[in-house]
């Protein structure tokens, strides 16, 4: 069956960084677009990046030129580089995994708590 697994969240000061990862199995991994997504308590779940299987980008504007997101296919892994950290950035992080038709191609990870805080 499909996994997505995050880890690399965790607690850190603001202006810090932190590098989630998200380790995918049961699916081809370089045909699959890849995004993260982040929901804060009370808070609809948003698109945070997005990286195409033809390594096309793009990035929520309140995290442009903060947040890196990269792939390795080999690995079959996904990253997200956090650097500049702020406390609006707190959240549950979720991978997402998805290709056309949606319908039966699009899967989450279980989400790792990030938290900015001093």
């Known amino acids: 069956q499909v996994q997505l697994v995050e880890t690399g969240g965790g607690l850190v000061q603001p202006g810090g960084s932190l590098r989630l990862s998200c380790a995918a199995s049961?699916?081809?991994?370089?045909?699959?677009?890849m995004g993260w997504y982040r929901q804060a308590p009370g808070k609809q779940r948003e698109l945070v990046a997005a990286i195409t299987s033809g390594r096309n980008t793009n990035y929520a504007d309140s995290v442009k030129g903060r947040f890196t997101i990269s792939r390795d296919n080999a690995k079959n892994t996904v990253y997200l580089q956090m650097n500049n950290l702020k406390p609006e950035d707190t959240a549950v992080y979720y991978c997402?995994?998805?290709?056309?038709?949606?319908?039966?191609?699009?899967?989450w990870g279980q989400g790792t708590q990030v938290t900015v805080s001093s």
């Open positions: 997402n995994a998805q290709r056309f038709p949606l319908k039966d191609n699009n899967y």
């Open positions: 049961g699916i081809i991994f370089s045909i699959y677009h």
